[in-house]
């Protein structure tokens, strides 16, 4: 399974991005996909996933600024970030779930005050 990620980069607090994680290797459509984060010095998080069935679960943290979606005709799944504040600066990693677990090798988020 090979997760690529896009999107990142660095964005003032109050902006926003879109990021993306094109799966491959995989049965996209049943797998269940996430996006976790981990800043300096932090554990890995989980920010928000989404099951083959569409059902989302995300962190309090990023609830109602963040989507999570998928396209699985593009075997894509996206994570859009609105209103992101400084808090939100971490490496962001796709996650895949289907007979196993699986990382994308991350893409850093910088948000500036």
């Known amino acids: 399974v090979q997760l690529v990620e896009s999107g990142g980069g660095l964005v003032q607090a109050g902006g926003s991005l879109r990021l993306s994680c094109a799966a491959s290797?995989?049965?996209?459509?049943?797998?269940?996909m996430g996006w976790y984060r981990q800043a300096p010095g932090k554990q890995r998080e989980l920010v928000a996933t989404?099951?083959?069935?569409?059902?989302?679960n995300y962190a309090d943290s990023v609830r109602g600024r963040f989507t999570i979606s998928r396209d699985n005709a593009k075997n894509t799944v996206y994570l859009q970030m609105n209103s992101l504040k400084p808090e939100d600066t971490a490496v962001y990693y796709c996650?895949?779930?289907?007979?196993?677990?699986?990382w994308g090798q991350g893409t850093q988020v910088t948000v500036s005050s």
């Open positions: 996650y895949c779930a289907l007979h196993g677990e699986y």
């Open positions: 290797g995989t049965i996209f459509s049943i797998s269940r």
């Open positions: 989404i099951t083959s069935g569409g059902i989302t």
